[in-house]
């Protein structure tokens, strides 16, 4: 059963193009990951059983995982304060388009990486609560990406989303005030769940080695 993976981008992490969290937003952040872990995985049951696999009980949310914890079929978003994108893009002399300032999914040849920046969920949510909401609908966003990466039929998974996603949490712009209380919408349900099964590798570079430990 696919997983949906969050990874909070750390101080401690050994590789993080910059991002940094205060102690007072790192608490912030938290606080909203248990809502918006709830969020999303009422979102991956709804698409689950959309796409009729069985187990939509099952769905599930899991937060800082190491490389190797994310499966084929899963899904990992970064949550950080600066584009591991970019960063990855520069450092290995790729060209990056698409995205926006809230959120960002690059389909490398090494993986597909997908970001949502955390001065974004901070700008748009005034609470604990629509924080939340504002990081389940962002990280859906790049997921609905994310399981286009690799689509030989797909020219541009950015416009592809945009133009096919049923508008909504999928189109481009996201109102805020769709962001802080909107959730998906039965056809960003149904465009999702055709896809939820795809094996798309996700870029691990930023997790824990389970191999080496850090």
């Given at each position: 059963m696919p997983t949906i993976w969050l990874k909070t981008i750390q101080a401690t992490d050994l590789t993080k193009?910059?991002?940094?969290?205060?102690?007072?937003?790192?608490?912030?952040l938290q606080h909203a990951l248990v809502l918006g872990a709830k969020v999303l995985k009422g979102y991956l049951g709804q698409i689950i059983a959309a796409a009729r696999l069985g187990g939509s009980n099952l769905a599930e949310v899991k937060l800082d995982p190491t490389d190797s914890q994310v499966g084929s079929s899963d899904m990992l978003v970064y949550?950080?304060?600066?584009?591991?994108?970019?960063?990855?893009?520069?450092?290995?002399?790729?060209?990056?388009?698409?995205?926006?300032?809230?959120?960002?999914?690059?389909?490398?040849p090494e993986g597909a990486l997908s970001e949502?920046?955390?001065p974004s969920i901070k700008r748009y949510g005034?609470?604990?609560?629509?924080?939340?909401?504002?990081l389940a609908n962002l990280?859906?966003?790049?997921?609905?990406?994310?399981?286009?990466c690799g689509?030989?039929?797909?020219?541009?998974?950015?416009?592809?989303?945009h133009q096919n996603g049923g508008g909504g949490l999928l189109g481009l712009p996201i109102m805020p005030a769709l962001l802080r209380g909107g959730s998906l919408n039965a056809a960003n349900i149904s465009f999702i769940a055709s896809r939820i099964g795809n094996a798309v590798p996700q870029l691990k570079s930023y997790l824990v080695s389970s191999q080496l430990g850090f």
């Open positions: 193009a910059n991002s940094s969290l205060s102690a007072d937003d790192l608490q912030l949550i950080t304060t600066s584009s591991l994108a970019r960063d990855f893009a520069a450092r290995n002399n790729y060209t990056l388009s698409g995205g926006s300032p809230d959120g960002i999914t690059a389909p490398f949502i920046f955390f005034s609470d604990d609560t629509h924080r939340g909401t504002v990280a859906i966003h790049e997921i609905a990406h994310n399981k286009c689509d030989p039929s797909i020219a541009n998974q950015n416009d592809y989303v």
